[in-house]
């Protein structure tokens, strides 16, 4: 099956300093979605992105599919981005959204 | 509107007890999905259900028996569990099972005592 790794696995950040969290897969994907899992456990989409680039607030996400890797950057870090981000995939055209071991991060006042 | 609703968000039962974790979604989405997550590890599926009839049942002991009643209800029935069943579940939805992006709701939080 596909294999999704994500990297750093821990992240320590100052508040209002940026950060890249990168994603890589290892077949072709159909979806491809980022989440912020906040401490309460809640999933919180952020990026539905199986190809291209988007921009919401202070997050972006690029994926390029030729290359089978992701980027998500976070500018401008807060205390309240603390948490873990997750990169899923489905892949075959199918719905089985697999989930990389995700990156936690921490941001510090 | 984007949300799914579970319910509960808590629940403590006992080896021997029967319980139901309740999901619902008004987007009309025809696919839904059990993931279950321990702690410090990403979710991994157990269920999908496709325009009501499950589709994939990634070999989950039958102890977790799910139900769709219709396309906005997903049940998952609890029998016999065992303490390492602990864990999260979350229900997610999508517009269907290829296609389209997946929201989850908030989950539920099993102990199994």
């Known amino acids: 099956g596909i294999q999704v790794e994500q990297s750093p696995p821990d992240l320590i950040l100052q508040e209002g300093a940026n950060s890249t969290l990168r994603c890589n897969f290892s077949?072709?994907?159909?979806?491809l979605q980022w989440f912020h899992q906040n401490p309460w456990g809640q999933l919180i989409n952020l990026f539905y992105i199986p190809s291209g680039t988007k921009q919401n607030g202070r997050l972006s996400a690029t994926t390029v599919a030729t290359e089978r890797y992701s980027l998500l950057y976070i500018s401008s870090s807060q205390t309240t981005d603390s948490g873990v981000y997750f990169c899923?995939?489905?892949?075959?055209?199918?719905?089985?959204?697999?989930f990389g071991q995700g990156t936690e991060l921490s941001v510090k006042p | 509107d984007t949300e799914v609703t579970q319910t509960p968000k808590h629940l403590v039962m006992g080896m021997t007890n029967k319980k139901s974790l309740k999901c619902e979604q008004h987007m009309g989405h025809r696919a839904m999905y059990w993931y279950k997550q321990k702690a410090k590890k990403p979710p991994e599926l157990m269920f999908v259900?496709?325009?009501?009839?499950?589709?994939i049942n990634e070999s989950v002991p039958s102890r977790f028996s799910p139900e769709c009643p219709n396309s906005s209800l997903l049940n998952l029935h609890l029998h016999a569990l065992q303490p390492e069943d602990s864990a999260l579940y979350l229900c997610?939805?999508?517009?269907?099972?290829?296609?389209?992006?997946?929201?989850f709701g908030e989950g539920s939080r099993l102990t199994v005592l």
């Open positions: 899923a995939v489905s892949y075959n055209q199918g719905g089985k959204l697999i």
């Open positions: 997610a939805s999508s517009r269907a099972e290829s296609t389209g992006e997946l929201f």
């Open positions: 259900y496709s325009y009501e009839k499950l589709s």
């Open positions: 077949d072709s994907v159909n979806n």
